[in-house]
């Protein structure tokens, strides 16, 4: 990790601590969040919340418009950011992401609006089918994630032989982008800007956006096998979104209203116009 990554006002370690025996509201409910999730995310219900908001029937505004709905949500998952809403999570990852590639606007971009899928819950959905880390349904849950295999108890999948095992309902090396991810705000907004006709984002933006919140992936290293050549090369694309979008939440609060002008340059360049939500 480059030093300039680096989060300010709290110590690195601080970061993604996730407490089994939780002390204060804070934690209490991100664990709760966790073990609602673990749950209740099945194969099934990726396919039902796949049918349900990949029509793209929900909204049709400009990426700035959906961005200012972040104002409303606060994220049950995240320990770093209580009571501070998405909206300022937004432009501290963009402006963290300015300062360290300053020759490649499109990776602003992609800070500014890697969790923009999150106006699903703006608009009605539950969060523990829009926030938090993702991994792969349809296979045995690494124990690598947030809360380990005891905080999927009850989930009916767990007891299906056709998705309890280490491969599951996969082949090795099908690549990252043939799993059937725990449905979130990474697949969503993926899904919509590929289906937006002018959406000029390379293919590294893109990618980064949807698996962002891999982590059992990216930081643990489970799912390996799962991986192709191709993803190999792409994960360093991952972790140079990851690195804003963790270690800027404890920096100073942005000031959008003046930042806005600069991002609706990018916005027109690589997502301009009506997007479908
Ligand atoms: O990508 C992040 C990450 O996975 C965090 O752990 C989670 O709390 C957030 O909801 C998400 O936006
Ligand atoms: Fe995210
Ligand atoms: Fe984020």
């Not at 124990?143 to 090795?172: A, Q, R």
């Not at 192709?228 to 920096?251: A, C, H, V």
């Amino acid at each position: 990790m480059s030093l300039d990554v680096l989060p300010i006002g709290k110590p690195a370690e601080e970061f993604r601590k996730y407490e089994s025996e939780p002390t204060t509201k804070l934690q209490q409910c991100v664990k709760n969040f966790y073990y609602q999730q673990h749950r209740h995310q099945t194969v099934d219900f990726v396919k039902e919340m796949k049918e349900k908001w990949l029509k793209f029937n929900h909204a049709e505004m400009p990426i700035l418009e959906a961005l200012d709905l972040l104002q409303q949500l606060f994220d049950e998952s995240d320990p770093d950011l209580e009571d501070t809403p998405n909206i300022v999570h937004a432009y501290q990852t963009a402006e963290r992401m300015r300062e360290l590639f300053p020759d490649r606007p499109w990776l602003h971009l992609t800070g500014l609006i890697h969790d923009l899928g999150k106006v699903m819950a703006v608009w009605g959905e539950v969060q523990y089918a829009v926030v938090g880390d993702t991994y792969p349904v349809g296979c045995l849950p690494s124990e690598t994630i947030v809360y380990g295999l005891e905080s999927f108890k009850g989930n009916p999948d767990l007891e299906n032989p056709k998705y309890n095992t280490k491969l599951g309902m996969y082949e090795e090396h099908c690549g990252i982008d043939k799993l059937l991810m725990s449905w979130s705000h990474d697949e969503y907004l993926y899904q919509v800007l590929i289906n937006h006709p002018t959406c000029k984002l390379p293919e590294e933006a893109l990618y980064a956006i949807r698996f962002h919140s891999f982590y059992p992936y990216t930081k643990s290293g489970a799912y390996r096998y799962f991986e192709s050549e191709k993803d190999k090369e792409m994960y360093k694309w991952i972790m140079e979104l990851n690195g804003s979008d963790l270690y800027s939440k404890s920096d100073e609060p942005p000031k959008i209203e003046e930042l806005k002008p600069y991002y609706q340059k990018l916005i027109d360049e690589y997502v301009p116009g009506n997007v479908k939500w």
